[in-house]
């Protein structure tokens, strides 16, 4: 790794390195695991997951020109399987794959890009997930004051997530010969269906109750709604993929978002939907 800017978060008394590789930050997944049992055999083990495979492809394929998708995909039909293993230095030497670091030395260890990084926080546990992103959004504030940068935190917990969303709509949902026109409506649709299961109402009842704000009703949502609203967009897709019809993916996902944001807070602010008739 080449040596870059260093510095640390603590999250939950665990104390975690950031480093700047390129123009990237990088985010120690070696010190993340040292409060959880299992320790660094949970990132290789988490490297086995299938639909981790596929989130670590879409984001080399969206970030990365030089990722090496035919090796991506072999590696994507191997995963699941019983004799499937992955550990970060393999992924990175059979796809190019840039979001990953694998490194010895003083600073060794696995990193992983934030957006990453954050994924495996998730899988880690959604309450540390949470502490993890205030504690680097603590960190950017900082740097940001210093130096006149923006990290944009929304841009960052959604990117990567909705690619996985409209992917598994567009191959799902959409049929092949409807226009551009319908195929908005049905993307429209399915946002509206994660809105309902995390706000309790559509995009255009938001602006009907709220006609003098502007942008739309997740420019207005807290970071704790971003984050379950980035993993309601994933769970979706694989609704979606499962043939599951949107009714019954509406209710799972409100179980689901209640669930998540009562570990997140206090008092949250979402009601179980009535049941269908």
Same mark, same amino acid.
């Not at 020109?65 to 019983?82: H, L």
């Not at 979001?99 to 030395?105: D, Q």
């Not at 944009?152 to 799902?172: G, M, P, Q, W």
């Given at each position: 790794?080449?040596? @870059?800017?260093?510095?640390?978060? *603590?999250? $939950?008394?665990?104390? %975690?390195?950031?480093?700047?590789?390129? +123009?990237? =930050?990088?985010?120690?997944?070696?010190?993340?695991?040292?409060?959880?049992?299992?320790?660094?055999?949970?990132?290789?083990?988490?490297?086995?997951?299938?639909?981790?495979?596929?989130?670590?492809?879409?984001?080399?394929?969206?970030?990365?020109?030089?990722?090496?998708?035919?090796?991506?995909?072999?590696?994507?039909?191997?995963?699941?399987?019983?004799?499937?293993?992955?550990?970060?230095?393999?992924?990175?030497?059979?796809?190019?794959?840039?979001?990953?670091?694998?490194?010895?030395?003083?600073?060794?260890?696995?990193?992983?890009?934030?957006?990453?990084?954050?994924?495996? @926080?998730?899988?880690?546990?959604? *309450?540390? $997930?949470?502490?993890? %992103?205030?504690?680097?959004?603590?960190? +950017?504030? =900082?740097?940001?004051?210093?130096?006149?940068?923006?990290?944009?935190?929304?841009?960052?917990?959604?990117?990567?997530?909705?690619?996985?969303?409209?992917?598994?709509?567009?191959?799902?949902?959409?049929?092949?010969?409807?226009?551009?026109?319908?195929?908005?409506?049905?993307?429209?649709?399915?946002?509206?269906?994660?809105?309902?299961?995390?706000?309790?109402?559509?995009?255009?009842?938001?602006?009907?109750?709220?006609?003098?704000?502007?942008?739309?009703?997740?420019?207005?949502?807290?970071?704790?709604?971003?984050?379950?609203?980035?993993?309601?967009?994933?769970?979706?897709?694989?609704?979606?993929?499962?043939?599951?019809?949107?009714?019954?993916?509406?209710?799972?996902?409100?179980?689901?978002?209640?669930?998540?944001?009562?570990?997140?807070?206090?008092?949250?602010?979402?009601?179980?939907?009535?049941?269908?008739?």
């Amino acid at each position: 790794m080449s040596k @870059g800017k260093k510095a640390a978060i *603590e999250v $939950k008394g665990t104390s %975690i390195t950031v480093i700047t590789h390129g +123009k990237e =930050d990088f985010i120690s997944l070696s010190d993340m695991v040292k409060s959880f049992d299992g320790g660094a055999a949970l990132i290789e083990q988490w490297l086995r997951n299938k639909n981790t495979v596929e989130f670590l492809g879409i984001w080399e394929q969206i970030n990365n020109p030089d990722f090496n998708s035919p090796e991506f995909e072999g590696i994507k039909n191997e995963a699941g399987t019983n004799r499937f293993y992955l550990s970060a230095k393999k992924w990175i030497e059979t796809t190019m794959a840039k979001g990953l670091i694998a490194s010895a030395g003083r600073y060794g260890g696995t990193y992983a890009h934030r957006d990453i990084a954050f994924e495996f @926080g998730s899988w880690l546990s959604p *309450e540390f $997930k949470l502490y993890l %992103i205030k504690e680097f959004q603590r960190l +950017k504030d =900082d740097e940001n004051s210093r130096l006149s940068l923006n990290w944009d935190l929304h841009r960052t917990l959604a990117k990567v997530n909705y690619r996985i969303h409209t992917d598994s709509i567009k191959e799902n949902i959409i049929p092949p010969t409807i226009t551009k026109e319908q195929a908005r409506l049905i993307y429209a649709n399915e946002a509206d269906l994660l809105n309902v299961a995390i706000f309790g109402k559509t995009a255009a009842e938001w602006r009907q109750e709220n006609p003098d704000l502007k942008g739309n009703i997740r420019d207005y949502s807290t970071i704790e709604q971003l984050l379950v609203l980035s993993n309601l967009e994933s769970l979706n897709a694989e609704f979606i993929r499962m043939n599951l019809p949107p009714a019954e993916r509406l209710k799972k996902l409100n179980e689901i978002a209640i669930t998540q944001l009562k570990s997140l807070l206090p008092t949250p602010q979402i009601k179980k939907l009535p049941k269908q008739k």
